[in-house]
């Protein structure tokens, strides 16, 4: 091979390597972020388009949610995740005032274009003038699609102060 071959080969190596998309992990992490946080977002001002665009709308996504009676329900596929989502939004009124959510402590692995991501899950809220809080741990598995990430699984466990144990109760629907 002649010395002008080695070098030729040697300078498309070379760029190719550096022309390679660079990840900025702390760029995604905080785009995540971003995604959890704007979703819980419409889903307090009831914006049921908004949250959907926060979802990967396949037969796969799924989500467990820990009801007020302390059962596990896992609602599977979109159309059922939806659904759930919904209906969440539709329930009375319960006169709660001035609630406010916040996603804090996160836990971020990402591995090309998925992530899992644990976070606490803190509402507040007031009851006739009075101030209450609400925390739980929420699990989310996302992906990148098209460059942005999308929610494929999320799973939120809340524990009431005064409740001794959680039922251990797993439903599909």
Known sequence: MKKH???FISSVTLL???CQQKVDIEKDK???????????NAFVAKDMDKLASFYIQDELNTRLQETCALEHPIYSGWNVVKSFLENLMKEP?????????SKEDFIIKINGDCAWVINKDVWSWEVNGQPSEGTGIQTTFMEKINGSWKISMMS???RDQSAAVSKDTISAK
Not at 32 to 39: P, T
Not at 93 to 101: D, S, W
């Open 16 to 18: 190719f390597f550096a």
């Open 93 to 101: 009124e319960t006169g709660y005032t001035n609630l406010k959510n």
């Open 156 to 158: 939120c466990f809340y």
């Open 5 to 7: 071959d080695i070098v």
């Open 30 to 40: 905080e785009a995540i972020k971003a995604v959890i946080q704007q979703e819980v």
